[in-house]
């Protein structure tokens, strides 16, 4: 199941596994914007994240860091929004793909009350959302419609012509040719191009 993930992906989520202490870290520097901090429990969520981890359940872990940060910070801030995407990318990873691609739809509401439409991880969360909907969902549509709006945030960007937007057309070509949208015989026309 992993192995199917694109490499784009797994190296993403290589480069934030250790994301826990960094928010952990950020959280216990920063001032929380809702409520008074007593009444968070912080102290509980910190002693249920290191027993989860201790137990090897990052994914358990990284929901209790999820759950306080809404109650701290709000579900629309920047730490939630980034918390949301990551916990819906071990969700993924763990091969949960409905409830990732739930959660992943939360991350990317969020993002876009926090950051606007375009900003924040909204091209990483639309490009994740429509690998999760390849996973379980049949059709093109859903996942179409994530690999269309992520396109367009490079365009946005100014990146309509760079290495990064290539790549991530060739990324969705192959999830779409691999799921059950396009079939055929993809590699050879793209050997026969390159030449």
Known sequence: MIDTVPSRFISR??????IGFFFLLALSTSQPSQGDSSEIPEAEMLSNYHAAMERGEKT????HILEYTEKAYGENSPETVKVTHHYGSLLYQDGEYREATAILEKALERSVAAYGE?????FEIHMNIGYAYSQWREGLMERSKHFKRALEILRERGEGESV??????VSIAINLMDGD???GDYTSH????LQ
């Open 13 to 18: 989520n290589i480069v934030i596994a250790s």
């Open 60 to 63: 358990e872990a990284i929901r």
């Open 118 to 122: 375009s900003g924040g991880e909204a």
């Open 164 to 169: 990064a937007y290539v790549g991530t057309l």
């Open 181 to 183: 949208g396009l079939k």
């Open 190 to 193: 793209l050997s026969d191009t």
